[in-house]
């Protein structure tokens, strides 16, 4: 089945403890991305990835790193997390690309940050 | 860079309704306006799209309009059912992403 798997689904931590949430995608896509989503801001990108090795910053980028080893995965990284990190996140993935392919997205991670 | 309003941010409706949410963007190089649906608990999933050379696109009983002259598009549904009801996301093209509007929950009562 295609998808892309996120884990963990849930995580509670205190602030400065470092975290990362893994992201994983089946279906060979070249794009890859994390979003935040929180109450009446809508999905705003962190980090996207075109490929392997290439990675830029989105709009909300600070306090966060990503890296692109392998094609399929794209962790997310919080060096030091504060409590406005506190959100549900996203990874999602495109064939083509975000500006004209479809983005499949993960379930989602809930991290509330203490 | 793009920005893309979404209005309503929340919408009830009576179930055989009809259901419309408006956004408009501000880069008029934008050229792709997929609309997103998302479940309780779930990632958004792409229902409709449409390209910028086109004005209209209809799938069963959604569909999305575009106007390009005045950078507004918008999702129609016809014939609402409870399994409508969740958060609705348009986006529009970027640079390198896409940008999401601020969403819009449906409310479909039986």
């Known amino acids: 089945e295609a998808q892309v798997t996120q884990n963990p689904r849930y995580l509670i931590t205190v602030t400065g403890k470092k975290l990362t949430v893994t992201c994983s995608q089946n279906m060979n896509h070249e794009y890859m991305s994390w979003y935040r989503q929180d109450p009446g801001l809508g999905l705003r990108q962190i980090y996207y990835?075109?490929?392997?090795?290439?990675?830029d910053k989105g709009d909300v980028p600070e306090g966060y790193k990503v890296s692109r080893k392998e094609k399929r995965n794209f962790p997310l990284i919080l060096e030091s997390p504060s409590p406005n990190q506190t959100s549900l996140y996203f990874c999602a993935s495109s064939l083509q690309g975000a500006r004209t392919g479809e983005l499949f997205f993960g379930e989602g991670s809930r991290l509330t940050v203490l | 860079g793009e920005n893309v309003e979404q209005h309503p941010s929340t919408l009830s409706v009576q179930e055989g309704d009809s259901a419309v949410i408006k956004c408009t963007y501000s880069d008029s190089a934008s050229n792709y306006f997929p609309w997103y649906k998302q479940e309780l608990g779930k990632g958004p999933q792409l229902i409709i799209d449409?390209?910028?050379?086109?004005g209209e696109k209809k799938d069963q009983r959604i569909a999305v309009t575009l106007n390009k002259t005045a950078k507004h598009f918008s999702l129609h549904i016809t014939e609402t059912q409870p399994e409508d009801s969740a958060v609705y996301f348009c986006?529009?093209?970027?640079?390198?992403?896409?940008?999401f509007g601020t969403g819009t929950r449906l409310l479909v009562s039986p």
């Open positions: 449409i390209r910028s050379n086109v």
């Open positions: 990835s075109m490929n392997v090795e290439v990675t």
């Open positions: 986006a529009a093209t970027g640079f390198q992403k896409l940008v």
